[in-house]
């Protein structure tokens, strides 16, 4: 199954964007979808994920944003709220399937004024 990003861009701080993750064939059967980020100069980290209907955040995103699927469209969606300059980055969505990682191409979101 092969992920694609879309619904990055330019938001001001405290602005919203909210990622699809649109994946070429039935997301119903894996367990772990999820959400990472990678900034300029750092290394790639995990913004949420979910598991077997369990959600987990990185701190500094919690109560900001979130995680969901639609098993019926099989999309992974990131709504992101509150946005601050410190969540520019580039967000990829990420899939384990037969205990292997996929990997989406990458979308852009930039938190600027």
């Known amino acids: 199954v092969q992920l694609v990003e879309s619904g990055g861009g330019l938001v001001q701080p405290g602005g919203s964007l909210r990622l699809p993750c649109a994946a070429s064939?039935?997301?119903?059967?894996?367990?772990?979808l999820g959400w990472f980020r990678q900034a300029p100069g750092k290394e790639r980290e995990m913004v949420a994920l979910i598991t077997l209907g369990r959600t987990n955040y990185k701190d500094s995103v919690k109560y900001r944003f979130t995680i969901s699927r639609d098993n019926a469209k099989n999309t992974v969606y990131l709504q992101m709220n509150s946005l601050k300059p410190e969540d520019t980055a580039v967000y990829y969505c990420?899939?384990?399937?037969?205990?292997?990682?996929?990997w989406g191409q990458g979308t852009q979101v930039t938190v600027s004024s």
């Open positions: 990420y899939s384990v399937q037969l205990g292997r990682a996929y």
């Open positions: 064939g039935s997301i119903f059967s894996i367990n772990t």
